[in-house]
């Protein structure tokens, strides 16, 4: 059965404070890693899809890194508008349905 | 930038009424789903749907649900009879070549 799991839960940052946020999953035959953004009450906004081990995408403040066995989310500099909830998600071979962790939430303080 | 749209952004229905929740995929997407989110909660496949038919669906998915494409544009989730653990967020999502899925911005259903 494919899994994510997502840490840390929660993570209070100042302004500036560059951090990552880890994605760790199991899943038979990756077809692709996603990263999505959630605010509160909404829907989620995709951020990055990553294929293979070694790949690296970026955007903004924001750069995703995938290994075999983890991708990481690096916010460097972050802001406080870059305060959200960041979903990592999975899908395997086969075309298999999209599996999500339960996310982090990133509160970035002024 | 066309987005996904949802509608009614809220619906509170009875407990065993029947909702429908709309939604209006992007106009060159091809794979369209829906899932949902318990307040607190992972977001969680229902089910999908490609070339007006079931290719997926979940243990969630059961009887009590079903998905249309009525018209070409619109895609619909019926929960026939509503249970109190059916509040939740519902999105609608769409792809063109089933690797990045648009989420819209979901309907928040509350059973009472």
């Known amino acids: 059965e494919d899994q994510v799991t997502q840490s840390p839960e929660a993570l209070r940052l100042q302004e500036g404070e560059s951090s990552s946020l880890n994605c760790s999953y199991t899943v038979s035959g990756l077809r692709g890693l996603f990263w999505y953004r959630q605010d509160p009450g909404k829907g989620p906004e995709f951020l990055f899809t990553?294929?293979?081990a070694g790949e690296e995408k970026e955007k903004e403040r924001l750069k995703a890194t995938l290994t075999k066995k983890e991708s990481f989310l690096h916010i460097t500099a972050p802001k406080p508008e870059d305060s959200a909830t960041y979903l990592c998600?999975?899908?395997?071979?086969?075309?298999?349905?999209?599996?999500f962790g339960k996310g982090t939430r990133l509160s970035v303080i002024a | 930038e066309p987005e996904v749209t949802q509608t009614p952004s809220h619906q509170v229905t009875q407990m065993g009424q029947e909702v429908i929740l709309r939604c209006v995929p992007i106009?060159?997407?091809?794979?369209f789903y829906w899932y949902r989110q318990i307040l607190g909660q992972k977001v969680e496949f229902l089910v999908s749907?490609?070339?007006?038919?079931?290719?997926?669906k979940s243990e969630i998915f059961d009887d009590q649900f079903s998905v249309e494409r009525p018209d070409g544009s619109n895609f619909t989730l019926k929960i026939r009879s509503t249970k109190l653990e059916d509040s939740a967020m519902y999105f609608c999502?769409?792809?063109?070549?089933?690797?990045?899925?648009?989420f819209g911005p979901g309907t928040r259903l509350t059973v009472t």
């Open positions: 998600a999975v899908q395997g071979s086969g075309n298999t349905p999209l599996v």
């Open positions: 106009s060159n997407h091809l794979y």
């Open positions: 990553l294929y293979s």
């Open positions: 749907f490609y070339n007006n038919e079931i290719s997926e």
């Open positions: 999502a769409g792809g063109s070549g089933s690797y990045e899925q648009y």
